[in-house]
Nanobody
Framework: EVQLVESGGGLVQAGESLKLSCAAS????????IGWFRQAPGKEREGVAC????????YYGDSVKGRFTISRDNAKNTVYLQMNSLKPEDTAVYYC???????????????WGQGTQVTVSS
């Protein structure tokens, strides 16, 4: 059974940092791309960042480029999202997702975690 468990969310002030983790189990982690998505109330789910399985190439949404960094540790079956210079508009539930093919579209992913809340106060 595929399981993805996010952690690391919380309440921070604007300008501060958070590091999210996505712990994976139940599949061959090395073979899967992992994406981070977020969804704010009343908005569609948005692609934040994703990382390929092979060479570890990374991709970012325009709103987070230069502030967020995605990385993976295949030995720990974990993907991280380092979020710096957080803004109130980054407030959302953050989800990780896994699929064999990398992409920034939520519909590309079949396997999802339960999400972790990130709230950035001004």
């Amino acid at each position: 059974e595929v399981q993805l468990v996010e952690s690391g969310g919380g309440l921070v002030q604007a300008g501060e940092s958070l590091k999210l983790s996505c712990a994976a189990s139940g599949f061959t982690f090395d073979d899967y791309a992992i994406g981070w998505f977020r969804q704010a109330p009343g908005k569609e789910r948005e692609g934040v960042a994703c990382i390929e399985s092979g060479d570890g190439s990374t991709y970012y949404g325009d709103s987070v480029k230069g502030r967020f960094t995605i990385s993976r540790d295949n030995a720990k079956n974990t993907v991280y999202l380092q979020m710096n210079s957080l803004k109130p508009e980054d407030t959302a539930v953050y989800y990780c997702a896994a699929d064999r093919l990398v992409g920034m579209a939520a519909q590309s992913y079949d396997n999802w975690g339960q999400g972790t809340q990130v709230t950035v106060s001004s």
